[in-house]
């Protein structure tokens, strides 16, 4: 494909919070045709021929464990992509997807392998919120429960699905939006990069329009500031330096509890304009079978096979500050213990119907 004259403005930032000693959180800004992170001039930059890439990494684990996490999640992401998508070959929307699919997964083994190998890591893991522009379309791939959104003409809508327990529950009808965000579970998720060999990564697509904004963000930003907040402020700064900024002081503001982090980019040039129907969102990439790159030499565990799509989560309402409590628990135990509440939630319905 060749270059789409796509131009962006960026801005990441992270942010300690106010109650953590230290940020497990990493962002990477890079360029997939040269293959570097350092591409931006003044804030700007402009989309190559094979893309560019935008991630979020939120981790977890004792000591600094969830800082290694994330930032070797980064690492391995990146270098995967270079590896088997920068060096060449198909330039096909499929193929970006599965590359970059491939990348997550090659994370999570990297990841799981430390762990097993440094036992005062074990536990350790990260979220991944992955955004590749290659085109006009963005080719997104989902861990955990960071984020992102796309703001057009001031509305938001996210693009990823949180992995975590309330959201299932919510989507079983067991619990209403309101009550998960008051749940003292609020913070476990079903999946994170490194706990176990195998993740299941969620794909999904949007194609994107001139004047759009892209926000990636840990959930110490997104538990702070509802989805309609986003909108309203990217409609009334306009400047990504300055909705970075905002955004994380907003979320300081209300207890920053946990580490803020935020990439924040906009897109220009040769695109076309939004259409007025404002329909836009989560959408599933449906990839086909697809063999390794060649010569790539990653062995990577056989992917999981998908379960359900989940219906759109809307971010956490409450204004007060959240009490700083940590992710926990391993993603298999995780999923067990909220099949066994669905279970009993579903015997108590049966019993009073």
Same mark, same amino acid.
């Given at each position: 494909?060749?270059?789409?004259?796509?131009?962006?403005?960026?801005?990441?930032?992270?942010? &300690?919070?106010?109650?953590?000693?230290?940020?497990?959180?990493?962002?990477?800004?890079?360029?997939?045709?040269?293959?570097?992170?350092?591409?931006?001039?003044?804030?700007?930059?402009?989309?190559? %021929?094979?893309?560019?890439?935008?991630? +979020?990494?939120?981790?977890?684990?004792?000591?600094?464990?969830?800082?290694?996490?994330?930032?070797?999640?980064?690492?391995?992401?990146?270098?995967?992509?270079?590896?088997?998508?920068?060096?060449?070959?198909?330039?096909?929307?499929?193929?970006?997807?599965?590359?970059?699919?491939? *990348?997550?997964?090659?994370?999570?083994?990297?990841?799981?392998?430390?762990?097993?190998?440094?036992?005062?890591?074990?536990?350790?893991?990260?979220?991944?919120?992955?955004?590749?522009?290659?085109?006009?379309?963005?080719?997104?791939?989902?861990?955990?429960?960071?984020?992102?959104?796309?703001?057009?003409?001031? @509305?938001?809508?996210?693009?990823?699905?949180?992995?975590?327990?309330?959201?299932?529950?919510?989507? =079983?009808?067991?619990?209403?939006?309101?009550?998960?965000?008051?749940?003292?579970?609020?913070?476990?998720?079903?999946?994170?990069?490194?706990?176990?060999?195998?993740?299941?990564?969620?794909?999904?697509?949007?194609?994107?329009?001139?004047?759009?904004?892209?926000?990636?963000?840990?959930?110490?930003?997104?538990?702070? +500031?509802?989805?309609?907040?986003?909108?309203?402020?990217?409609?009334?700064?306009?400047?990504?330096?300055?909705?970075?900024?905002?955004?994380? *002081?907003?979320?300081?503001?209300?207890?920053?509890?946990?580490?803020?982090?935020?990439?924040?980019?906009? !897109?220009?040039?040769?695109? %076309?304009?939004?259409? =007025?129907? &404002? @329909? !836009?969102?989560?959408?599933?990439?449906?990839?086909?079978?697809?063999?390794?790159?060649?010569?790539?030499?990653?062995?990577? %565990?056989? =992917? %999981?096979?998908?379960?359900?799509?989940?219906?759109?989560?809307?971010?956490?309402?409450?204004?007060?500050?959240?009490?700083?409590?940590?992710?926990?628990?391993?993603? +298999?135990?995780?999923?067990?213990?909220?099949?066994?509440? &669905?279970?009993?939630?579903?015997?108590?319905?049966?019993? !009073? *119907?």
């Amino acid at each position: 494909m060749s270059e789409a004259g796509v131009e962006l403005e960026v801005c990441a930032r992270t942010d &300690l919070g106010r109650t953590r000693d230290h940020n497990e959180d990493t962002f990477l800004v890079a360029d997939l045709t040269r293959g570097t992170t350092d591409f931006i001039e003044n804030g700007r930059a402009r989309v190559g %021929p094979r893309g560019s890439l935008f991630l +979020v990494a939120d981790g977890m684990g004792g000591a600094a464990a969830g800082e290694i996490a994330s930032a070797m999640a980064a690492e391995a992401i990146f270098d995967h992509l270079r590896k088997s998508w920068t060096a060449g070959g198909s330039d096909s929307s499929d193929e970006f997807t599965l590359r970059i699919r491939e *990348a997550v997964e090659a994370a999570n083994d990297r990841i799981h392998r430390y762990a097993l190998e440094h036992p005062d890591s074990r536990g350790m893991g990260t979220t991944a919120t992955v955004a590749g522009v290659f085109g006009d379309r963005l080719h997104l791939a989902q861990v955990g429960d960071s984020r992102a959104y796309l703001v057009r003409r001031g @509305h938001a809508a996210q693009l990823t699905r949180d992995q975590s327990l309330m959201q299932r529950l919510i989507d =079983a009808g067991e619990l209403t939006e309101e009550q998960a965000a008051q749940s003292e579970r609020r913070n476990i998720i079903l999946q994170a990069l490194g706990p176990d060999a195998r993740i299941r990564v969620d794909v999904s697509f949007q194609d994107v329009a001139r004047g759009d904004t892209l926000i990636i963000c840990s959930d110490g930003l997104s538990g702070q +500031v509802k989805r309609e907040e986003l909108g309203a402020l990217v409609a009334e700064l306009g400047d990504v330096e300055r909705i970075c900024e905002r955004l994380i *002081a907003l979320a300081r503001r209300r207890g920053g509890p946990d580490n803020i982090t935020a990439v924040v980019v906009r !897109f220009g040039g040769q695109l %076309p304009e939004a259409a =007025a129907d &404002l @329909h !836009f969102g989560y959408q599933p990439y449906a990839l086909p079978e697809a063999e390794p790159a060649a010569g790539l030499p990653v062995a990577l %565990p056989p =992917a %999981p096979e998908p379960d359900e799509a989940l219906p759109e989560p809307t971010p956490i309402e409450d204004d007060a500050p959240t009490p700083p409590t940590r992710r926990s628990g391993s993603p +298999v135990a995780v999923a067990a213990v909220g099949v066994l509440l &669905l279970l009993i939630l579903l015997a108590i319905f049966l019993f !009073f *119907a």
